[in-house]
């Protein structure tokens, strides 16, 4: 049976994704913090996306464990970037006097990507439809000549 | 009916209770409608004293009220002892806990509407308020 503190992190590349959802247990906290580090040293890790979106509530404890375990990170050669904060979140560590400090906040988890220097390239899809229609074409001609 | 018997009770004794404090905050809220920041404050104020109880006490409970006449949530989270010894120090900001913020008990203060507290060596309570509504504010518990 899959252990209920169990923290997801996904490989992505050379970062790892961390995305935390509902309600963050304590025991939940000191997974995050413990299996994080150790699936830097294993898969040799760029960098940390901590996804937030999911979250319900961020209490002092929580961006405790946050801003340790950047510094864990940071300490091992990886750069921890947190993504997804929800406004009202924000605004109640903002009401607490919390700040974060050391820790890199943005937006979205795109902008978390972007942070890595990893970014979306998309082909224009002109081009893949042409080649698309290319390659029928070619496909039918070339079955008229085998004919 | 005394106000006592009204409450709705979480025993705290382990931070493994501290998600059920959440739970039933996050459903009192939802009781008056409470969304968005409002909700998160009264949510996060709960987890910071909760934990305060877990972490320091010998055990206690976060009770949760709702004052319909007045359009307030009130939280009481009560704990048997040993108490805070540096109160001051911690409400004035001067004080960093183990953890490195040391921002609980404070910035459950600075959460509420309002914030009492009492300490001593048979224990510790503390009282928060949260508005709720467009009922202006009529009493005050410090």
């Known amino acids: 049976m899959e252990d209920i503190n169990h923290v997801t992190c996904i490989p992505l590349w050379d970062c790892l994704l961390v995305p935390l959802n509902g309600d963050v247990s304590d025991a939940q906290a000191d997974a995050l913090m413990t299996e994080v580090l150790e699936r830097i040293q294993r898969d040799e890790c760029f960098g940390v996306l901590v996804d937030l979106s999911g979250v319900w509530t961020l209490d002092s404890h929580l961006c405790s464990v946050l801003a340790q375990l950047s510094l864990a990170a940071k300490m091992m050669g990886a750069r921890t970037v947190l993504s997804g904060m929800k406004p009202e979140i924000a605004m109640t560590l903002e009401a607490m006097g919390i700040e974060l400090r050391g820790i890199q906040t943005v937006a979205t988890l795109e902008d978390a990507l972007g942070a890595m220097g990893i970014r979306r390239v998309r082909e224009a899809s002109e081009d893949r439809d042409s080649r698309a229609v290319r390659q029928l074409l070619l496909g039918s001609v070339d079955e008229k000549q085998e004919r | ?142």
């Open chain 2, 1 to 142: 009916m005394s106000d006592d018997q009204e409450d709705l009770r979480v025993p705290i004794e382990t931070e493994s209770d501290l998600n059920h404090a959440r739970m039933f905050a996050r459903e009192t809220c939802k009781l008056v409608a409470l969304r968005g920041y409002k909700a998160q404050k009264v949510v996060t104020a709960v987890s910071e004293v909760a934990r305060n109880i877990a972490r320091y006490s010998h055990g206690g409970e976060v009770r949760f009220r709702v004052d319909a006449d007045n359009h307030c949530i009130i939280i009481v989270a009560e704990d048997r002892g040993p108490g805070i010894s540096n109160l001051d120090e911690i409400l004035a900001g001067h004080y960093q806990s183990r953890t490195g913020l040391g921002r609980g008990l404070l910035g459950s203060r600075d959460l509420a509407d309002s914030f009492d507290i009492q300490t001593g060596a048979e224990g510790t309570r503390v009282e928060l308020s949260f508005r709720y509504g467009d009922k202006a504010w009529k009493t005050s518990t410090t």
